[in-house]
Nanobody, 123 residues
Framework: VQLQASGGGLVQAGGSLRLSCAAS????????MGWFRQAPGKERVFVAA????????YYADSVKSRFTISRDNAKNTVYLQMNSLKPEDTAVYYC?????????????????WGQGTQVTVSS
């Protein structure tokens, strides 16, 4: 499975960005997807996840009500709409996919990862 993340960039605090992650290669009949982020010198942490159908989502407390995860299964693509961005959202954002229907928030449950896209929020 190959994951290609895009959409990162430099934005001022309060601004918005939309990340995309397109999956190709092996096709799972059911798979959940997630977004994680890693700030300089810190561990990679969970941001948001979505189940295979898109009906269920889950967010880290730090991004709840500001970020929205969604997916288009016809395009094998997951999105992360990020609004009201803060300097502390600055990080490399990674998408990940796992076979299975449910939402999982731990890094090691995801065997497939994208290359990451840099998000920088200036104050």
């Amino acid at each position: 499975v190959q994951l290609q993340a895009s959409g990162g960039g430099l934005v001022q605090a309060g601004g918005s960005l939309r990340l995309s992650c397109a999956a190709s290669g092996r096709t799972f009949s059911r798979y959940a997807m997630g977004w994680f982020r890693q700030a300089p010198g810190k561990e990679r942490v969970f941001v948001a996840a979505i189940n295979w159908s898109g009906v269920s989502t889950y967010y880290a407390d730090s991004v709840k009500s500001r970020f929205t995860i969604s997916r288009d299964n016809a395009k094998n693509t997951v999105y992360l709409q990020m609004n009201s961005l803060k300097p502390e959202d600055t990080a490399v954002y990674y998408c990940a996919v796992r076979e299975g229907m449910g939402i999982v928030t731990v890094n090691n449950a995801y065997p497939y990862w994208g290359q990451g896209t840099q998000v920088t929020v200036s104050s």
